[in-house]
């Protein structure tokens, strides 16, 4: 996915992307994850976004089988889901990009 150019938009980009112990939203100007205290994100949203990444970190352990809550396309609709409620919360200062499977 490929994102525009910061200056360009005036938007901050996040990208909602799973990587293994790791909060899973990136700073798309830095290889770097964003932490949780730097957004204005509601305590239910990230607790949905640390199961979301768990289930991920899971499944690595499991050598990539998927056996949690309706598999790899439950997985990657939640991912989606959770970009929709993300840019919500974020607002208009910020545009999300979901980098799911």
Do not use: N
């Not at 964003?34 to 499944?59: K, M, Y």
């Not at 790899?72 to 409620?85: C, P, S, V, Y």
């Amino acid at each position: 996915m490929e994102a525009m150019d910061e200056q360009d938009s005036g938007q901050k980009v996040v990208r909602l992307t799973a990587d293994r112990g790791a909060v899973p939203l990136w700073d798309t100007d830095q290889p770097e994850a964003l932490s949780w205290e730097g957004l204005p994100l509601s305590p239910r949203l990230q607790a949905e976004l640390r199961e979301w990444s768990d289930r991920f970190d899971t499944r690595l352990a499991t050598r990539f089988r998927w056996e949690a809550r309706g598999g790899q396309h439950g997985w990657e609709a939640d991912g989606r889901r959770l970009a929709t409620w993300l840019q919500s919360e974020l607002g208009s200062g910020y545009r999300v990009e979901y980098d799911g499977p």
